[in-house]
Protein backbone atom coordinates (compact mmCIF):
# COMPACT_ATOMS: atom_id res chain seq x y z
CA UNK A 1 0.00 0.00 0.00
CA UNK A 2 1.19 3.52 -1.14
CA UNK A 3 1.95 5.78 2.02
CA UNK A 4 0.84 9.47 1.01
CA UNK A 5 2.18 11.94 3.59
CA UNK A 6 0.12 15.20 4.43
CA UNK A 7 1.45 18.65 5.29
CA UNK A 8 -1.17 19.42 8.25
CA UNK A 9 -1.63 22.78 9.76
CA UNK A 10 -4.06 23.29 12.18
CA UNK A 11 -3.86 26.90 12.15
CA UNK A 12 -5.60 29.16 14.37
CA UNK A 13 -8.91 29.71 16.41
CA UNK A 14 -11.47 26.73 15.24
CA UNK A 15 -9.17 25.53 12.36
CA UNK A 16 -6.91 23.17 15.18
CA UNK A 17 -10.55 21.66 16.63
CA UNK A 18 -11.83 21.04 13.10
CA UNK A 19 -8.88 19.65 11.59
CA UNK A 20 -8.29 17.07 14.08
CA UNK A 21 -11.54 15.69 13.37
CA UNK A 22 -10.99 15.52 9.68
CA UNK A 23 -7.17 13.51 10.42
CA UNK A 24 -8.80 11.39 12.68
CA UNK A 25 -11.18 10.27 9.88
CA UNK A 26 -7.96 9.95 7.68
CA UNK A 27 -6.69 7.88 10.29
CA UNK A 28 -9.46 5.60 10.74
CA UNK A 29 -8.85 5.33 7.03
CA UNK A 30 -5.61 4.43 7.42
CA UNK A 31 -6.56 1.59 9.90
CA UNK A 32 -9.26 -0.11 7.75
CA UNK A 33 -7.95 -3.19 6.52
CA UNK A 34 -9.82 -2.74 3.08
CA UNK A 35 -7.93 1.58 3.03
CA UNK A 36 -6.08 1.31 -1.02
CA UNK A 37 -3.43 3.83 1.41
CA UNK A 38 -1.89 5.02 4.08
CA UNK A 39 -1.44 8.58 5.58
CA UNK A 40 1.39 10.08 7.83
CA UNK A 41 0.83 13.20 8.51
CA UNK A 42 3.29 16.15 9.12
CA UNK A 43 2.38 18.83 11.61
CA UNK A 44 3.56 22.49 11.24
CA UNK A 45 2.66 25.70 13.22
CA UNK A 46 0.69 28.00 10.57
CA UNK A 47 -0.73 31.40 10.42
CA UNK A 48 -1.05 33.24 13.96
CA UNK A 49 0.36 30.59 16.26
CA UNK A 50 3.58 30.15 14.01
CA UNK A 51 4.27 34.25 14.34
CA UNK A 52 3.94 34.09 18.21
CA UNK A 53 6.59 30.27 17.84
CA UNK A 54 8.97 31.51 14.89
CA UNK A 55 8.18 34.85 14.69
CA UNK A 56 6.91 34.57 10.95
CA UNK A 57 3.88 33.26 9.47
CA UNK A 58 5.05 30.63 7.95
CA UNK A 59 8.43 29.41 8.07
CA UNK A 60 10.91 28.19 4.65
CA UNK A 61 10.62 24.58 6.04
CA UNK A 62 7.16 24.91 6.31
CA UNK A 63 7.14 25.95 2.81
CA UNK A 64 9.17 23.54 1.54
CA UNK A 65 7.18 20.74 3.79
CA UNK A 66 4.23 21.89 1.37
CA UNK A 67 6.19 21.21 -1.88
CA UNK A 68 7.75 17.94 -0.71
CA UNK A 69 4.17 16.24 1.02
CA UNK A 70 2.00 14.81 -1.32
CA UNK A 71 -0.99 17.24 -0.14
CA UNK A 72 -2.02 19.77 2.84
CA UNK A 73 -4.55 19.79 5.07
CA UNK A 74 -4.84 22.89 6.92
CA UNK A 75 -8.27 24.45 8.57
CA UNK A 76 -7.85 28.19 9.25
CA UNK A 77 -5.57 31.15 10.52
CA UNK A 78 -5.80 34.81 12.07
CA UNK A 79 -8.20 36.19 14.62
CA UNK A 80 -7.85 39.29 16.42
CA UNK A 81 -4.94 38.43 18.55
CA UNK A 82 -2.84 39.42 15.17
CA UNK A 83 -5.40 41.80 13.38
CA UNK A 84 -4.24 45.40 12.93
CA UNK A 85 -0.29 44.83 13.32
CA UNK A 86 0.34 42.52 10.19
CA UNK A 87 -2.31 41.74 7.22
CA UNK A 88 -1.96 40.91 4.28
CA UNK A 89 0.96 38.92 3.02
CA UNK A 90 2.87 40.23 6.49
CA UNK A 91 0.05 38.79 8.64
CA UNK A 92 -1.41 34.90 9.38
CA UNK A 93 -3.32 35.13 6.26
CA UNK A 94 0.18 35.58 4.40
CA UNK A 95 1.05 32.06 5.43
CA UNK A 96 -2.10 30.34 3.41
CA UNK A 97 -1.68 33.27 -0.11
CA UNK A 98 2.47 32.01 0.16
CA UNK A 99 1.86 28.05 0.58
CA UNK A 100 -0.46 28.81 -2.46
CA UNK A 101 2.54 30.31 -4.16
CA UNK A 102 4.90 27.85 -3.89
CA UNK A 103 2.84 25.22 -4.69
CA UNK A 104 1.31 26.96 -7.33
CA UNK A 105 -1.88 25.32 -6.41
CA UNK A 106 -3.95 27.55 -8.93
CA UNK A 107 -7.19 25.83 -9.10
CA UNK A 108 -9.88 26.39 -5.99
CA UNK A 109 -12.48 24.27 -6.28
CA UNK A 110 -15.41 25.08 -3.63
CA UNK A 111 -18.39 23.02 -4.10
CA UNK A 112 -21.76 23.66 -2.42
CA UNK A 113 -25.23 21.79 -2.09
CA UNK A 114 -28.25 22.17 -0.27
CA UNK A 115 -28.60 19.87 2.58
CA UNK A 116 -32.14 19.53 4.03
CA UNK A 117 -31.46 18.60 6.95
CA UNK A 118 -29.62 22.25 7.61
CA UNK A 119 -30.61 25.84 8.21
CA UNK A 120 -30.68 26.98 4.78
CA UNK A 121 -32.35 30.82 4.97
CA UNK A 122 -33.30 30.29 1.59
CA UNK A 123 -36.80 28.80 1.13
CA UNK A 124 -37.38 24.76 0.20
CA UNK A 125 -38.80 24.91 -3.09
CA UNK A 126 -35.95 27.96 -4.54
CA UNK A 127 -32.71 25.73 -2.99
CA UNK A 128 -33.93 22.26 -2.94
CA UNK A 129 -31.66 20.83 -5.49
CA UNK A 130 -29.11 23.08 -5.68
CA UNK A 131 -25.92 21.73 -6.33
CA UNK A 132 -22.65 23.75 -8.23
CA UNK A 133 -19.10 24.33 -8.06
CA UNK A 134 -17.43 27.91 -7.38
CA UNK A 135 -13.77 27.26 -8.94
CA UNK A 136 -11.36 30.12 -8.07
CA UNK A 137 -8.25 31.09 -9.34
CA UNK A 138 -6.22 31.01 -7.14
CA UNK A 139 -2.69 32.39 -7.72
CA UNK A 140 -3.23 35.16 -9.78
CA UNK A 141 -4.97 38.52 -9.97
CA UNK A 142 -5.22 41.19 -7.05
CA UNK A 143 -4.21 39.12 -4.71
CA UNK A 144 -0.64 38.82 -6.18
CA UNK A 145 -0.10 41.70 -7.60
CA UNK A 146 2.40 44.05 -7.10
CA UNK A 147 1.20 46.38 -3.98
CA UNK A 148 2.05 49.96 -2.95
CA UNK A 149 1.18 50.43 0.66
CA UNK A 150 1.77 54.11 1.80
CA UNK A 151 -0.16 56.10 4.60
CA UNK A 152 -2.27 57.99 1.90
CA UNK A 153 -1.88 55.87 -0.74
CA UNK A 154 -2.45 52.28 -1.89
CA UNK A 155 -3.13 50.18 -4.86
CA UNK A 156 -3.22 46.20 -5.89
CA UNK A 157 -2.62 45.45 -9.19
CA UNK A 158 -5.11 43.00 -10.60
CA UNK A 159 -3.75 41.57 -13.96
CA UNK A 160 -4.45 38.13 -15.67
CA UNK A 161 -2.11 36.63 -18.20
CA UNK A 162 -3.55 34.16 -21.22
CA UNK A 163 -2.01 31.18 -19.64
CA UNK A 164 -3.82 31.71 -16.75
CA UNK A 165 -6.90 31.96 -17.86
CA UNK A 166 -6.62 28.96 -19.82
CA UNK A 167 -5.48 26.51 -17.51
CA UNK A 168 -8.43 27.75 -15.25
CA UNK A 169 -10.93 27.49 -17.84
CA UNK A 170 -9.66 24.14 -18.48
CA UNK A 171 -10.32 23.12 -15.00
CA UNK A 172 -13.75 24.48 -15.21
CA UNK A 173 -14.97 22.60 -18.36
CA UNK A 174 -12.88 19.28 -16.49
CA UNK A 175 -14.93 19.72 -13.48
CA UNK A 176 -18.00 20.25 -15.62
CA UNK A 177 -18.08 17.12 -17.83
CA UNK A 178 -16.79 14.91 -14.88
CA UNK A 179 -20.04 13.70 -12.35
CA UNK A 180 -18.91 16.03 -9.45
CA UNK A 181 -21.96 17.91 -10.39
CA UNK A 182 -25.04 16.62 -13.08
CA UNK A 183 -24.99 19.34 -15.66
CA UNK A 184 -22.20 20.12 -18.05
CA UNK A 185 -22.33 23.99 -17.79
CA UNK A 186 -19.76 26.69 -16.64
CA UNK A 187 -20.99 30.10 -15.73
CA UNK A 188 -18.19 32.33 -15.71
CA UNK A 189 -18.66 35.13 -13.44
CA UNK A 190 -16.41 38.69 -14.23
CA UNK A 191 -16.67 42.24 -14.66
CA UNK A 192 -15.93 42.53 -18.73
CA UNK A 193 -18.38 45.95 -18.64
CA UNK A 194 -15.73 47.44 -16.47
CA UNK A 195 -12.22 45.50 -15.85
CA UNK A 196 -9.81 45.43 -18.79
CA UNK A 197 -7.95 41.83 -16.77
CA UNK A 198 -12.13 40.77 -17.12
CA UNK A 199 -12.27 41.66 -21.04
CA UNK A 200 -9.05 39.24 -21.39
CA UNK A 201 -10.46 36.84 -18.92
CA UNK A 202 -13.79 36.78 -20.96
CA UNK A 203 -12.01 36.28 -24.02
CA UNK A 204 -10.07 33.59 -23.44
CA UNK A 205 -12.21 31.59 -21.48
CA UNK A 206 -14.34 31.71 -24.18
CA UNK A 207 -11.86 30.68 -26.70
CA UNK A 208 -10.84 28.00 -24.60
CA UNK A 209 -14.10 26.57 -23.91
CA UNK A 210 -15.28 26.62 -27.26
CA UNK A 211 -12.53 25.50 -28.89
CA UNK A 212 -11.42 22.20 -26.98
CA UNK A 213 -14.69 21.02 -24.73
CA UNK A 214 -17.86 22.22 -27.01
CA UNK A 215 -19.86 19.48 -25.19
CA UNK A 216 -19.50 22.09 -22.29
CA UNK A 217 -22.22 24.99 -21.90
CA UNK A 218 -20.39 27.96 -21.52
CA UNK A 219 -22.35 31.12 -20.32
CA UNK A 220 -20.99 34.46 -18.75
CA UNK A 221 -22.56 36.30 -16.15
CA UNK A 222 -21.82 39.92 -14.66
CA UNK A 223 -20.29 38.71 -11.27
CA UNK A 224 -22.50 41.51 -9.19
CA UNK A 225 -25.51 40.41 -11.24
CA UNK A 226 -24.85 37.12 -10.12
CA UNK A 227 -24.86 37.57 -6.50
CA UNK A 228 -28.58 38.11 -7.17
CA UNK A 229 -29.52 35.43 -9.14
CA UNK A 230 -27.14 33.19 -6.75
CA UNK A 231 -30.13 33.65 -4.16
CA UNK A 232 -32.79 34.23 -6.03
CA UNK A 233 -32.65 31.38 -8.94
CA UNK A 234 -29.94 29.38 -6.90
CA UNK A 235 -30.36 26.18 -9.46
CA UNK A 236 -29.89 28.32 -12.79
CA UNK A 237 -25.93 27.69 -11.59
CA UNK A 238 -25.88 24.22 -10.93
CA UNK A 239 -22.88 23.27 -13.14
CA UNK A 240 -19.50 25.18 -12.57
CA UNK A 241 -18.96 28.64 -11.82
CA UNK A 242 -15.69 29.68 -12.56
CA UNK A 243 -14.49 33.29 -11.38
CA UNK A 244 -10.96 35.30 -10.81
CA UNK A 245 -9.08 35.40 -7.48
CA UNK A 246 -10.86 38.58 -5.87
CA UNK A 247 -14.74 37.26 -7.07
CA UNK A 248 -13.82 33.70 -6.73
CA UNK A 249 -13.71 34.74 -2.93
CA UNK A 250 -16.95 36.58 -2.46
CA UNK A 251 -19.19 34.13 -4.82
CA UNK A 252 -17.61 31.40 -2.69
CA UNK A 253 -18.72 32.64 0.67
CA UNK A 254 -21.99 33.61 -0.98
CA UNK A 255 -22.43 30.21 -1.51
CA UNK A 256 -22.54 29.08 1.61
CA UNK A 257 -26.00 30.42 1.62
CA UNK A 258 -27.14 27.39 0.29
CA UNK A 259 -26.60 24.67 2.93
CA UNK A 260 -27.09 28.01 5.30
CA UNK A 261 -23.37 28.32 6.73
CA UNK A 262 -19.98 28.66 6.10
CA UNK A 263 -19.45 25.57 8.57
CA UNK A 264 -20.14 22.61 5.89
CA UNK A 265 -18.56 24.13 3.38
CA UNK A 266 -14.92 22.39 1.92
CA UNK A 267 -12.43 23.31 -0.31
CA UNK A 268 -9.75 21.83 -1.95
CA UNK A 269 -7.07 24.16 -4.14
CA UNK A 270 -5.10 21.85 -7.40
CA UNK A 271 -1.97 22.52 -9.25
CA UNK A 272 -3.16 19.97 -12.21
CA UNK A 273 -6.12 18.35 -13.49
CA UNK A 274 -7.74 16.07 -10.77
CA UNK A 275 -5.96 12.83 -10.57
CA UNK A 276 -7.69 10.01 -12.34
CA UNK A 277 -8.76 6.96 -10.82
CA UNK A 278 -6.42 5.36 -8.42
CA UNK A 279 -3.66 2.79 -8.81
CA UNK A 280 -0.95 2.22 -6.69
CA UNK A 281 1.75 3.82 -8.90
CA UNK A 282 -0.87 6.65 -9.13
CA UNK A 283 1.33 10.19 -8.57
CA UNK A 284 -0.88 12.18 -6.73
CA UNK A 285 -1.99 15.66 -7.93
CA UNK A 286 -0.91 18.27 -5.38
CA UNK A 287 -3.51 19.69 -3.52
CA UNK A 288 -4.21 22.29 -0.74
CA UNK A 289 -7.35 21.38 1.00
CA UNK A 290 -9.00 23.71 3.85
CA UNK A 291 -12.62 24.42 4.91
CA UNK A 292 -13.56 27.60 2.93
CA UNK A 293 -14.65 29.04 6.77
CA UNK A 294 -12.08 30.98 8.62
CA UNK A 295 -11.01 30.68 12.48
CA UNK A 296 -14.10 32.21 13.95
CA UNK A 297 -12.72 33.49 16.71
CA UNK A 298 -16.10 34.28 17.95
CA UNK A 299 -16.64 30.48 18.77
CA UNK A 300 -12.83 28.92 19.18
CA UNK A 301 -12.06 27.08 22.64
CA UNK A 302 -15.68 26.27 22.76
CA UNK A 303 -15.65 23.02 21.08
CA UNK A 304 -18.51 23.83 19.14
CA UNK A 305 -17.09 24.19 15.68
CA UNK A 306 -18.72 22.32 12.88
CA UNK A 307 -15.93 19.89 11.57
CA UNK A 308 -17.98 18.89 8.66
CA UNK A 309 -16.42 21.36 6.00
CA UNK A 310 -13.43 19.73 7.37
CA UNK A 311 -13.91 16.15 6.91
CA UNK A 312 -15.32 16.87 3.74
CA UNK A 313 -12.06 18.45 2.53
CA UNK A 314 -10.35 15.50 3.53
CA UNK A 315 -13.19 13.66 1.04
CA UNK A 316 -11.90 15.88 -1.35
CA UNK A 317 -8.52 15.53 -1.09
CA UNK A 318 -9.04 11.28 -1.38
CA UNK A 319 -10.95 12.22 -4.65
CA UNK A 320 -9.06 15.10 -6.52
CA UNK A 321 -5.38 14.04 -4.92
CA UNK A 322 -5.16 10.57 -5.07
CA UNK A 323 -7.90 9.35 -7.28
CA UNK A 324 -9.98 7.63 -4.04
CA UNK A 325 -13.15 8.23 -5.18
CA UNK A 326 -14.81 5.03 -3.12
CA UNK A 327 -13.14 6.25 -0.25
CA UNK A 328 -14.46 10.12 -0.87
CA UNK A 329 -17.68 8.85 -1.46
CA UNK A 330 -17.76 6.99 1.86
CA UNK A 331 -16.73 9.96 3.69
CA UNK A 332 -19.77 12.08 2.43
CA UNK A 333 -21.81 9.12 2.62
CA UNK A 334 -21.02 8.81 6.68
CA UNK A 335 -21.55 13.12 6.61
CA UNK A 336 -24.53 12.66 4.79
CA UNK A 337 -25.87 9.14 7.61
CA UNK A 338 -25.08 11.49 10.68
CA UNK A 339 -27.28 14.22 9.44
CA UNK A 340 -29.89 12.43 8.85
CA UNK A 341 -29.64 10.86 12.48
CA UNK A 342 -30.18 14.84 13.24
CA UNK A 343 -26.78 15.25 15.01
CA UNK A 344 -25.42 19.24 14.10
CA UNK A 345 -24.06 21.75 15.84
CA UNK A 346 -24.80 24.71 16.77
CA UNK A 347 -24.53 26.53 13.06
CA UNK A 348 -26.97 24.13 11.96
CA UNK A 349 -29.48 24.35 14.79
CA UNK A 350 -28.08 21.44 16.84
CA UNK A 351 -26.32 21.23 20.17
CA UNK A 352 -23.73 18.79 19.24
CA UNK A 353 -19.88 19.25 19.94
CA UNK A 354 -17.49 19.31 17.22
CA UNK A 355 -15.92 15.82 18.82
CA UNK A 356 -19.71 14.26 19.01
CA UNK A 357 -20.12 15.24 15.34
CA UNK A 358 -16.70 14.06 14.45
CA UNK A 359 -17.10 10.65 16.28
CA UNK A 360 -20.21 9.77 14.84
CA UNK A 361 -19.38 10.75 11.31
CA UNK A 362 -16.56 7.49 11.54
CA UNK A 363 -18.80 5.23 13.70
CA UNK A 364 -20.61 5.41 9.96
CA UNK A 365 -18.08 5.44 8.11
CA UNK A 366 -17.17 2.28 9.72
CA UNK A 367 -20.28 0.62 8.76
CA UNK A 368 -19.15 1.59 4.68
CA UNK A 369 -15.39 1.22 4.45
P1 LIG B 1 -15.15 33.09 9.65
O1 LIG B 1 -15.42 32.13 8.56
O2 LIG B 1 -14.05 32.75 10.57
O3 LIG B 1 -16.49 33.28 10.52
C1 LIG B 1 -17.71 33.79 9.97
C2 LIG B 1 -18.91 33.28 10.80
O4 LIG B 1 -19.13 31.89 10.50
C3 LIG B 1 -18.69 33.36 12.31
O5 LIG B 1 -19.88 33.70 12.93
C4 LIG B 1 -18.28 31.94 12.68
O6 LIG B 1 -18.61 31.57 14.00
C5 LIG B 1 -19.05 31.11 11.67
N1 LIG B 1 -18.32 29.87 11.36
C6 LIG B 1 -17.23 29.77 10.58
N2 LIG B 1 -16.80 28.50 10.56
C7 LIG B 1 -17.64 27.79 11.35
C8 LIG B 1 -17.70 26.41 11.73
N3 LIG B 1 -16.82 25.51 11.28
N4 LIG B 1 -18.68 26.04 12.57
C9 LIG B 1 -19.60 26.92 13.03
N5 LIG B 1 -19.59 28.24 12.69
C10 LIG B 1 -18.61 28.66 11.86
O7 LIG B 1 -14.88 34.52 8.96
P2 LIG B 1 -14.35 35.91 9.58
O8 LIG B 1 -14.96 36.10 10.92
O9 LIG B 1 -14.56 36.90 8.52
O10 LIG B 1 -12.79 35.71 9.76
C11 LIG B 1 -12.15 35.38 10.98
C12 LIG B 1 -10.65 35.22 10.73
O11 LIG B 1 -10.43 34.10 9.87
C13 LIG B 1 -10.00 36.43 10.04
O12 LIG B 1 -8.74 36.65 10.65
C14 LIG B 1 -9.83 35.97 8.60
O13 LIG B 1 -8.74 36.59 7.94
C15 LIG B 1 -9.58 34.50 8.79
N6 LIG B 1 -9.91 33.67 7.63
C16 LIG B 1 -9.07 32.65 7.37
C17 LIG B 1 -9.35 31.77 6.35
C18 LIG B 1 -8.40 30.67 6.09
O14 LIG B 1 -7.39 30.58 6.75
N7 LIG B 1 -8.66 29.80 5.14
C19 LIG B 1 -10.53 31.91 5.62
C20 LIG B 1 -11.39 32.96 5.93
C21 LIG B 1 -11.08 33.83 6.95
C1 LIG C 1 -10.21 32.13 1.84
C2 LIG C 1 -9.73 33.22 2.75
C3 LIG C 1 -8.33 33.62 2.34
C4 LIG C 1 -8.43 34.21 0.95
C5 LIG C 1 -7.59 34.59 3.23
C6 LIG C 1 -7.62 34.20 4.66
C7 LIG C 1 -6.17 34.74 2.75
O1 LIG C 1 -10.61 34.29 2.76
O2 LIG C 1 -9.58 31.07 1.77
O3 LIG C 1 -11.24 32.32 1.17
O4 LIG C 1 -8.84 35.36 0.78
O5 LIG C 1 -8.09 33.51 0.01
MN1 LIG D 1 -12.49 33.86 1.67
Same mark, same amino acid.
Given at each position: ? =? ?7 G???I?PEVTAEAAAVLDQLSAS ?6 F ?21 ? !? ?12 G ?5 ? $? ?8 ? +? ?9 ? !????? @??? =? ?5 Q??? =????? &? ?7 ? &??? @? ?18 ? $? ?17 ? #???? /? ?18 ? $??? /? ?28 ? +???? @??? /???? @? !? ?6 ? #????? +????GV ?12 ? $?????? =? ?17 QGIANPIGAILSAA ?7 ? #? ?5 AIESAVNLTLESGLRTKDM?GSSSTKELGSAIRENLKKLL
Amino acid at each position: K =PEYSILLLGGDGIGPEVTAEAAAVLDQLSASPKARATFKFVPRAFGGCSIDEHGVSVTDE !TLEQGKKCDAILMGAVGGPK $WDGKRRGFEG +PEGATLRLREV !TDVYA @NIR =PTEYFPQGKS =PLREE &LVRGTKYIV &LRE @NCGGAFYGPKVEEPDYASDL $WSYKRSEIERIARMAASLA #LSDA /IPVKKVISCDKANVLASSRI $WRR /IVEETITKEFPEVELVHQLADSATTLMMTK +PSMF @NGV /IVAD @N !TFGDILSD #LAAVI +PGTLGVLPSGCLADLPAPA $WTPELK =PVKGFFEPVHGSAPDIAGQGIANPIGAILSAALMLRYSFG #LFEEAKAIESAVNLTLESGLRTKDMGGSSSTKELGSAIRENLKKLL
